[in-house]
């Protein structure tokens, strides 16, 4: 194999390169096998496609089907997008706190076998200690929403379960019958935040250990011993919790920019990617561990694709949430109410309605129904083909097409 360095090398080609060798050596569940597949024949004859001809001209041009895998890297922007204009009409235009909450390292193993549980336990013990702590009148004596995404990466790919959560600065207050806003430099102090969050999340996880709900796999099996596992609880709940909170965003149109960099990311975008040759990846990282240093790592093929799939949700998972007044019961009746108090009208999402078509050329200004080469004709599809391995007769080569 021939050393690629280019900046269009992408996780698919690593995907082609390594993939056969790491299947012999590792027995993949499902959601693993369906992930890799979809990434490596993303935009490719292996998902089908279709064929546009011009009304106007002799020209064709051949599409082939995105995989539309979430944690596919060249399928998200679109889907950013759209979700960042949804939200925004669902928000308050309020000053913003963005908050994220980490476990300790010492869980990391135990959520990666326990996925779906572990990072319920972390939703929910995140969510109940803001909405909580912003009811007490001794803080607020409010009611507030959140908007939660799941990260379970670090930039190196190993595991790193965290949220990322924002929420606004202040609450509806049924008392006073009105909004009422937080301080200007913080919502709750974060270390009030933090030990009820270590709290909340040890008794669910508790709870799951006694209801049966985790497995104990692997170099995790002796913890399934009641001894080892009030062991672990003990240690992890003498350390502090790591609660960060950035400085409160000035409006919703800020934090949405910000949190639109972290809804659709992957593990690793193809723009990290440096170079590969017949045994390894080089891409680039940041070290946040010292002072943000941008980095160069270089792993075995085998092991960035171990790395890569330790970040693949189960199936149906949800991995951005709402809760409080932005959760979709309480949703239209609050943010009514609070738009009103404040003076304000509901906006509606500038994509409502519009075909995937529409939508592109609204985002990027790809106008896909013109013909590239006459400019006048439309370009109309003639035949669509099935998905196969290799590409359909007509073609000699698998291409990939459009990406935004």
Not at 310 to 322: A, N, Q, S, T, V
Not at 350 to 372: A, H, M, Y
Request: proline residues 4%; charged residues 25%; aromatic residues 10%.
């Amino acid at each position: 194999m021939k050393t690629l360095q280019t900046s269009a090398l992408e996780v698919a080609d690593i995907f082609a390169a390594f993939q056969e060798q790491y299947r012999i050596e590792h027995k993949l569940p499902l959601q693993h096998r369906n992930a890799m597949f979809a990434i490596e024949n993303c935009r490719t004859s292996a998902l089908g496609g279709h064929v546009d001809s011009c009304d106007s001209c002799d020209h064709k041009r051949i599409s082939y089907t995105p995989c539309r895998n979430r944690h596919c890297p060249n399928c998200q922007g679109l889907n950013q997008i759209k979700w960042i204009d949804k939200l925004s009409s669902g928000l308050l235009p309020v000053r913003y706190f963005h908050i994220v909450f980490t476990i300790p390292s010492e869980l990391n193993r135990l959520a990666l076998v326990n996925q779906k549980c572990l990072y319920d336990i972390l939703f929910k013990a995140a969510s109940e200690s803001l909405l909580m702590l912003a009811k007490d009148p001794k803080h607020l004596g409010v009611d507030t929403g959140l908007v939660a995404v799941l990260h379970t990466w670090g930039q190196n790919l190993m595991e790193h379960p965290h949220l990322h959560i924002i929420v606004p600065a202040g609450g509806w207050s049924t008392m006073a019958g009105c909004w009422k806003y937080s301080k200007k430099k913080y919502f709750i102090p974060v270390k009030v935040i933090s030990s009820v969050f270590r709290g909340k999340f040890l008794a669910f996880l508790k709870q799951a250990y006694r209801d049966g709900q985790l497995k104990f796999e692997g170099e995790i099996k002796p913890i399934a011993l009641k001894s080892n596992f009030k062991q672990l609880l003990d240690t992890v709940y003498e350390k502090d919790w790591v609660v960060y909170a950035n400085k409160p965003f000035k409006n919703s149109s800020a934090i949405l920019r910000y949190l639109g960099r972290y809804t659709h990311r992957v593990a690793i975008s193809n723009n990290r990617i440096l170079k590969m040759d017949k045994d390894s990846v080089t891409f680039k990282w940041k070290d946040y561990g010292d002072h943000d240093k941008q980095k160069i790592m270089q792993l075995p093929g085998k092991e960035f694709i171990r790395r890569f799939l330790l970040h693949i949700l189960p199936k149906g998972f949800c991995k951005i949430r709402y809760f409080g007044i932005f959760a979709s019961r309480n949703k239209k009746p609050m943010l009514t109410q609070c738009n009103k108090a404040l003076g304000l009208r509901s906006e509606k999402s500038k994509f409502t309605g519009l075909s995937w078509q529409e939508s592109l050329l609204l985002v990027c200004g790809i106008d896909v129904n013109v013909c590239p080469v006459c400019k006048k004709g439309k370009m109309i599809t003639t035949t669509i083909f099935q998905g196969k391995r290799g590409p359909p007769a007509f073609c000699g080569e698998q291409i990939r097409t459009i990406k935004c």
